[in-house]
């Protein structure tokens, strides 16, 4: 099944058909909302609220592994996560969609792997996950290809049959939060090679590359980042940009669930091979 992860001003999917509400607890916390199940082109999707009803969640304490968990227990291997970023590289623009391909981790408190070795939960189930953390063991997954390839294919081929303005390639810095950063931080992390900003992306992308799943970021770039345009940054900003392309977000959705195939024809399911020592 597809996941989807909603962020900043994207709460749910209203104009499909809600099937479900299922709330959820795993070994890992309570996830940030309840998951519901909607009905889309056929297809049955989990949509999961990142900051949770009435965005109570900051980025540093999502419980971003609960979330993933939560996504694993209902059968979800693929997931779309949405989110908001400041623009960096000098040709994005608010409203443009940048499909990103590789990430730069700058947080520095967030619990960011299900493998803790020893300590790690002793999960039920019969699969590769559940047995490396009954069994303890110590994880290291290959970041080569953190994005999906297929995932992010399909929705490159979306946005450009919907004419949208859009960027195929893309790295994501994720600042700790919540504050935004200041313009010395935008400029260390242009050098560093960062094209956009967001606050989310990590650990989740990890999460999920260390649960075998399929995961592709679409970035909505809401602002420049701090110091590349001359005025402050304000929630109000991300969150109403969020908010305007709600309708042509729905419209970019139905069409990348009409296009993607139910084979997963990429090496995400394989993740987990000779990672674990
Ligand atoms: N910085 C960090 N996160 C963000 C930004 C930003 O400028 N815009 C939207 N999310």
């Known amino acids: 099944m597809l996941g989807i992860i909603g962020g900043?001003?994207?709460?749910?999917?209203?104009?499909?058909?809600?099937?479900?509400?299922?709330?959820?607890?795993?070994?890992?916390?309570?996830?940030?909302?309840p998951i519901v199940i909607f009905q889309l082109e056929g297809r049955k999707i989990a949509f999961l609220s990142r900051h949770g009803k009435g965005h109570v969640y900051p980025p540093h304490l999502v419980p971003y592994r609960a979330n993933l968990w939560a996504f694993r227990e209902l059968g979800v291997d693929r997931i779309l996560s949405l989110s908001a970023v400041g623009g960096i590289k000098g040709d994005l623009r608010p409203g443009d969609y940048v499909v990103v391909n590789d990430f730069i981790d700058l947080t520095k408190s967030r619990e960011s792997t299900f493998y803790e070795g020893k300590l790690s939960h002793k999960v039920s189930g019969e699969d590769k996950v559940a047995k490396l953390l009954r069994e303890g063991r110590v994880v290291h997954v290959d970041m080569s290809e953190a994005y999906c390839p297929q995932l992010r294919n399909v929705i490159c081929s979306v946005l450009e049959k919907l004419g949208l303005p859009f960027h195929r390639e893309g790295v994501y810095a994720c600042t700790e939060g919540p504050r935004f950063e200041t313009p010395s931080e935008i400029r260390a992390i242009e050098r560093l090679g960062g094209d956009v900003v967001g606050m989310t992306g990590y650990p989740e992308v990890v999460l999920a590359k260390e649960l075998a799943m399929c995961y592709c970021s679409l970035c909505i770039v809401t602002n420049p980042a701090a110091g590349i345009a001359s005025y402050r940054l304000t929630s109000d900003e991300v969150i109403s940009l969020m908010k305007k392309k709600g309708e042509e977000l729905k419209i970019v959705l139905t069409h990348f669930i009409k296009n993607l195939t139910d084979e997963r024809t990429c090496q995400c399911a394989n993740s987990l091979e000779g990672a674990e020592v």
């Not at 001003?9 to 299922?22: H, Q």
């Open 8 to 33: 900043s001003g994207l709460y749910n999917l209203e104009s499909a058909k809600k099937l479900e509400e299922v709330t959820l607890s795993t070994p890992f916390g309570e996830p940030s909302s």
